[in-house]
């Protein structure tokens, strides 16, 4: 196995981070390689905003709802859907840019974003650092777009920490990977099997682990996906002006 293959397979979320700073040359290094990422269209339209100042990822982690690993880790990147800097593309060819109104748009923004998120990831982890995303910006998305001034047709969709590890978490382990994979066409038959072998297999990780709040996947789903757990996403997405309507 090669040396990528080795990080992305060996990857943990870490949410217990040393003080010292990541220096300017990883940064730029890790933001070089998410820089390179392809998107769709080469719309580029994807930003980054770094925030190092300790004061301000104390208010980020405060608006993601209490994450101290937010406070605590020295860089906080938030990944943004940017569709003003498209427009002022589309502007300059004379027309009228309508893409950021349409679900087509979100999605591949959202896909684009994705891609970028992953690129930091392995290359942050390949420089041994520690990172965990986060998603709980989207919780007070108004707040986020204040603090980081984002303009109008941008959106700060999520969130990643980066730091040197204090603590070191173990490997999560998955569905068994025939739910994720399939060959020629999608096969579920062997789905309800799975998720309970999963149930099993996640509560035995948590009391390996000594965390007594742990909980089974399907009933941790059960008890975030039954109602849209960020629902300021939508208006204020369509307050930016990604109206989400075509
Ligand atoms: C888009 C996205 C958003 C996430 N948001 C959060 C978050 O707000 N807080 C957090 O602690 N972890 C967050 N995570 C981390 C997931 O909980 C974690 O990846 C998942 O439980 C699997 O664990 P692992 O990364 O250690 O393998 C997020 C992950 C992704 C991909």
Redesign the pocket.
Known sequence: MNETLRIQQA???I?SYKADPVSDEMLDQIIAAAHQAPTSMNAQEISLVVVRDAERRARIAEL??G?T?VAQAPVFITIVIDFHKTELGVRKAGQTQVIHESMEGFGVAAVDA?IV?GTLITAAESLGLGI??????RRNPQDMIELLQLPPLTFPL??LCIGHIAGD?P??PRMDIKTFRHDERYDTSGYAAAIDVYDATLIEYWQQLGRSDGIAWSQNLGASLKQVYFPQVRPVAAMQGLLNDK
């Not at 965990?132 to 910006?137: H, M, T």
């Open positions: 990857h943990r979320s949410r993601s709802g994450q690993w994705g998120l965990v995303p986060i998603g709980g910006i999520v969130g978490a490997k999560k």
